[in-house]
């Protein structure tokens, strides 16, 4: 190997190790040490690297995340032992009951036990050899699950190899965990679900096991997903002796154990440290149900053995359900920023979960159909994550006669304008152009933390300002001077000051925060990054084609027809100019810079040796970019197998030709 190539293997190698660092405090132990964009900058000048020397490219590099061609099925996996289910208890009788089963087979008049929070999510096999990432498959029927390694790599917090620094790494291992999604991502994958017409998903268990069975990895990776590790199918090569030592191995090998785990001496520890979890609940980011008690010492566990599908040695000592009873008194449609009227049963005030609920999102007609909800109902309430209610059912053998139908209104109850529905969405939308109710939800989500961050833009000011007419779109947020906003209720000079602070700042936003902010359908903060990085300018991002747009990343023929609807809308065009003229500076994303910088490829026919979406991202790696059509600015027309008209195009206007082995010269710098 010449110094050269040394120097680009130790680089890459040091690079892999610096950013499997950073994913392990970010991830695993919540104590990052740089910044997104210095971790964005070593991502880059990895791929770079990897780009151009492709024979480098190993399966457990941070580059390989995210890059695995979409899967037509998912294969079956067999779990070499068994994944097991745990049984339940649900009193505090229950569980004396279990320990007094499992000291009468130990024979023994004290057992010590691990207490770990039950989170709701889906169970996952993580199967490491040699310390690489081999396999991720669910749990299925125990003994057969499905291969969804792909998905699993997108997942941060599951590290692709496994870390040596304080202790040796087995050299096989199967790691049992839990998948799940925090409660504040699910809640805002389900607000952009129904902006988009779609329905949303029930609870983020739900979402979770929708999230893995992705058959496109990157849909998968645009999902917050976490896991906590909690046990072992396999090991081999360490001797371990208690539960509570081998979470701290998985931990130190760069696995994730369940957050607040405890020891419990005896049974009234468990039944303390089960008082305290169910006490707390309210405060954790993600969804639990209940607390999992497991017998530490390891030679005990496997004295006990099982019965059934069950473990002898845990059980899971399930919370009550947060359900209620409650009369809906109305129906009434909300509608949302994009215009979507939503149905809202407002229901007798009723506790569910230490949460007085009024209001409950029914989700759209289909739902409200679906379940024959109706004004008058009495119904069983849910709080889905310990948050979001939601009917479960409804008590027709309590019905009356009396009950009424719901009936989406044909004109919007914000406005009059008319309401309408299309045959490819479940959503009714407001077809007004200046409707309040529409303007105030955009006007909220315009000032919101992912959008252009204006704080003390709230709901009553919004409120004020669209009622009285001081603001007919965004743009005239920023004519608001401090005479006008002190005449506004709760609205004193240091306030109004202090407002007009904030929205001066957010004129010097990025242009990833000001797509959000303009709340165009579909567009969420992956797809917003997706776009500027890109097209980098506003400018260069208005003049794309329906096309141009598809060959974004994670940008498909839907998401780039309601992008291209939205910029192609008159009006929505002189909104963004009065933004401009106001000041609203978003920064242009530099494009990186590397070997192809400055020029352009389009791709025809067929690849043999890789994917056009590789292709795409080797050339984007090294500074490139991949257009859709040939035109006298293309540089290169690369032509693989059964090339269509633009190779003729090409060859008229002189562009040079690159058939695949050319290609890859020029990819790898030769």
């Known amino acids: 190997m010449s110094r050269g190539a040394r120097a680009v293997q130790e680089e890459i190698e040091r690079l892999r190790r610096d950013i499997d660092r950073h994913d392990h405090l970010y991830h695993t132990l919540d104590r990052p040490e740089i910044s997104d964009s210095q971790y964005d900058a070593l991502m880059r000048r ?275 359900p947060r359900q209620a009873l409650t009369k809906i008194v109305r129906i009434v449609p909300s509608v949302g920023r994009t215009g979507v009227l939503t149905p809202i049963a407002e229901v007798e005030p009723t506790p569910v979960g230490g949460v007085t609920v009024r209001n409950v999102s029914l989700h759209n007609m289909d739902e409200v159909e679906r379940k024959d909800i109706r004004c008058g109902d009495t119904i069983l309430l849910e709080r889905a994550g310990d948050v979001i209610p939601y009917v479960v059912q409804v008590k027709t053998d309590a019905r009356t006669g009396a009950e009424r139908k ?66 007919r779109d965004l743009a005239d947020l920023y004519a608001l001077d401090e005479a006008t906003l002190v005449t506004l209720e709760r609205m004193g000079e240091k306030s109004a000051r202090n407002l007009l602070a904030q929205i001066e700042r957010s004129k010097r936003t990025t242009l990833p925060r000001l797509l959000v902010g303009l709340g165009i359908r579909q567009v969420g903060d992956a797809t917003a990054k997706a776009l500027a990085e890109h097209f980098g300018t506003l400018d260069r991002l208005t003049a794309a084609s329906l096309e141009e747009l598809q060959e974004v990343r994670d940008v498909g023929p839907e998401v780039a027809q309601a992008i291209a609807g939205f910029l192609g809308e008159p009006r929505n065009g002189e909104l963004m100019a009065r933004l401009l003229a106001a000041g609203v500076t978003p920064a242009p994303v530099e494009r990186h810079e590397g070997p192809l910088s400055g020029k352009t490829f389009v791709l025809t026919g067929t690849l043999e040796r890789m994917t056009r979406p590789e292709a795409q991202r080797r050339i984007e790696a090294l500074g490139g970019r991949v257009l859709s059509s040939v035109s006298a600015q293309t540089t290169f027309l690369v032509a693989g197998a059964e090339p269509g008209s633009k190779l003729k195009r090409a060859e008229k206007l002189g562009i040079a030709v690159l058939d695949e082995d050319a290609f890859l010269r020029t990819l790898e710098g030769r």
Request: with cysteine; proline share 7%.
């Open 406 to 471: 719901f009936v989406m209104p044909e004109q919007c109850p914000a406005c009059g304008a008319r309401v309408a529905r299309s045959e490819d969405e479940v959503a009714y939308r407001c077809l007004g152009l200046g409707c309040p109710a529409k303007l105030k939800q955009a006007l909220r989500f315009y000032g919101s933390r992912s959008a252009l961050d204006i704080g003390g833009l709230g709901e009553k000011l919004v409120d004020q300002l669209v009622e009285r007419g001081l603001v």
């Open 46 to 320: 990895l791929l770079a690297l990897e780009s151009e020397h492709p024979d480098l490219v190993t399966p457990d590099s941070p580059s390989q995340r995210v890059g695995a061609a979409p899967q037509s099925q998912f294969e079956s996996v067999t779990h070499r032992r068994p994944m097991l289910s745990l049984a339940n208890v649900g009193s505090v009788e229950e569980f004396r009951e279990f320990d007094a089963r499992v000291r009468k087979l130990l024979g023994r008049e004290r057992i010590a036990y691990v207490c770990e929070p039950k989170i709701d999510g889906v169970a996952i096999a993580l199967r490491y050899e040699g310390g690489t990432l081999a396999v991720g498959a669910t749990r299925g029927d125990g003994l057969t699950g499905e291969n969804v390694t792909a998905n699993v790599r997108t997942i941060r917090s599951v590290p692709l190899r496994l870390r040596g620094d304080t202790r040796p790494v087995p050299e096989r291992l199967e790691v049992r965990g839990e998948v799940y999604l925090p409660i504040a991502p699910f809640r805002r994958l389900n607000a952009e679900r129904e902006e988009a017409g779609l329905a949303p998903f029930a609870n983020p268990r739900n979402s979770t096991a929708g999230s893995l069975k992705q058959l496109d990895p990157k849909v998968t990776a645009g999902r917050p997903l976490e896991i906590a590790c909690h046990g072992v199918g396999e090991i081999e090569g360490v001797t371990l002796r208690t539960h509570h030592e081998l979470l701290d191995a998985l931990r130190d090998w760069g696995l994730r154990p369940p957050p607040t785990v405890t020891t419990a001496a005896g049974p009234e520890a468990v039944e303390q440290a089960f008082a305290a979890l169910e006490g707390t609940r309210d405060d954790l980011p993600f969804e639990i149900d209940g607390l999992v008690v497991k017998v530490d010492d390891l030679e005990l566990q496997h004295l006990l053995g099982q019965v059934s599908r069950a473990p002898r040695w845990a059980v899971a000592w399930k919370f009550k």
